[in-house]
Nanobody, 118 residues
Framework: QVQLVESGGGLVQAGGSLRLSCAAS????????MGWYRQAAGKQRELVAV???????NYADSVKGRFTISRDTAKNTVYLQMNILKPEDTAVYYC????????????WGQGTQVTVSS
């Protein structure tokens, strides 16, 4: 099992910045990809940014150029730096870790609220 603890959400004005953190513990040796998803009220959960163990990164088109995902392998932590925030970025942000041993499983954090006021 993998446990994920998120922090860093909050309320910010449009144009502002926030940094989310996600610390992983447990069976971290089996993690293949970590990243962030978000779910706005009344909408489906969507990918924001993910980073693979090999370093490959994927961003949603809506956040490219504004958000940056990074990781600190020594701390088993993934970060999401969010700049130039827009009201449409308002959502609950969930940390995700995908493990591949012994089978492919998605693990989720508890979620952290990000609210961007106009």
């Amino acid at each position: 099992q993998v446990q994920l603890v998120e922090s860093g959400g909050g309320l910010v004005q449009a144009g502002g910045s926030l940094r989310l953190s996600c610390a992983a513990s447990g069976s971290i040796f089996s993690i293949d990809v970590m990243g962030w998803y978000r779910q706005a009220a009344g909408k489906q959960r969507e990918l924001v940014a993910v980073i693979a163990i090999g370093g490959r990164i994927n961003y949603a088109d809506s956040v490219k150029g504004r958000f940056t995902i990074s990781r600190d392998t020594a701390k088993n932590t993934v970060y999401l730096q969010m700049n130039i925030l827009k009201p449409e970025d308002t959502a609950v942000y969930y940390c995700n870790a995908r493990t591949v041993v012994p089978e492919t499983l998605d693990h989720w954090g508890q979620g952290t609220q990000v609210t961007v006021s106009s």
